[in-house]
Nanobody, 121 residues
Framework: HVQLVESGGGSVQAGGSLRLSCAAS????????VGWFRQAPGKKREGVAA???????SYADSVKGRFTISKDNAKNTLYLQMNSLRPEDTTTYYC????????????????WGQGTQVTVS
């Protein structure tokens, strides 16, 4: 079955960096679009960054220039390099897999990980 497992979250001071990873299994990772989303308590889940099967990327305006999404098809792993972190980036981050290009819409993704917490102080 499809499984997505995030790692790399943690606590960091403002201006610092973290790299999130998402290990995928149970499907053809290289043929799918994958993305990172985040959701704060009481708020809707929002798209952060996405990458399609051809490597085309999309970013939310709030993270452009600070976050970089990438993937390693040989390792079936998705990454999110987060630099210049801000307190408002604090929340739970989820990876997801779908088929809708480098889309940031939650509705385009079928499979989700359990999330990893990022705290910026």
């Amino acid at each position: 079955h499809v499984q997505l497992v995030e790692s790399g979250g943690g606590s960091v001071q403002a201006g610092g960096s973290l790299r999130l990873s998402c290990a995928a299994s149970g499907y053809t990772f290289s043929r799918s679009s994958v993305g990172w989303f985040r959701q704060a308590p009481g708020k809707k889940r929002e798209g952060v960054a996405a990458i399609d099967r051809d490597g085309h990327t999309s970013y939310a305006d709030s993270v452009k220039g600070r976050f970089t999404i990438s993937k390693d098809n040989a390792k079936n792993t998705l990454y999110l390099q987060m630099n210049s972190l801000r307190p408002e980036d604090t929340t739970t981050y989820y990876c997801a897999s779908g088929g809708g290009g480098s889309c940031l819409s939650v509705d385009e993704y079928n499979y989700w990980g359990q999330g990893t917490q990022v705290t910026v102080s």
